[in-house]
């Protein structure tokens, strides 16, 4: 098992190469005129289906398994109606641009997800 700082530079590595190729992606199909909405839920698919194996394997050295993959699509559920509740609220409702709030909620899911995935998705089994 990794320490936390290994975890977290593994992380940091997957997410960064991950959300910035991602975030590029979602300005430039925003730009062609796919609505924000849309792009946000083109971008969450490809996003949980690239990083599964990359954290499964590298970040957390977890072996595969289909429990796993259930907790980790879980997971990005629950962080995608959170990260479509900030666009709703705050672009709809406050007006502000939809590239600032999807950019600052690519920091907040990321930390949220750190932390889904350390402690449910792929905890290591407790060693009596």
């Known amino acids: 098992m990794r320490s936390w700082r290994a975890q977290g530079t593994r992380y940091v590595i997957v997410g960064l190469a991950s959300n910035l190729v991602l975030y590029l992606v979602y300005l430039l199909i925003t730009a062609l005129g796919l609505r924000y909405k849309?792009?946000?839920?083109l971008v969450y698919l490809l996003s949980a289906a690239q990083t599964f194996v990359l954290n499964a394997l590298w970040t957390f050295e977890h072996r595969l398994a289909k429990k796993s993959l259930v907790k980790y699509a879980?997971?990005?559920v629950a962080c995608y109606i959170v990260n479509m509740a900030a666009l709703v609220f705050f672009v709809d409702r406050i007006g502000l641009p939809h590239q600032a709030v999807q950019g600052a909620m690519i920091v907040v899911i990321a930390v949220i997800m750190f932390l889904l995935q350390k402690f449910w998705v792929f905890r290591s089994p407790k060693i009596a």
Do not use: D, E, G, R
Not at 38 to 41: E, Q
């Open 38 to 41: 849309i792009a946000m839920t």
């Open 74 to 76: 879980l997971s990005y």
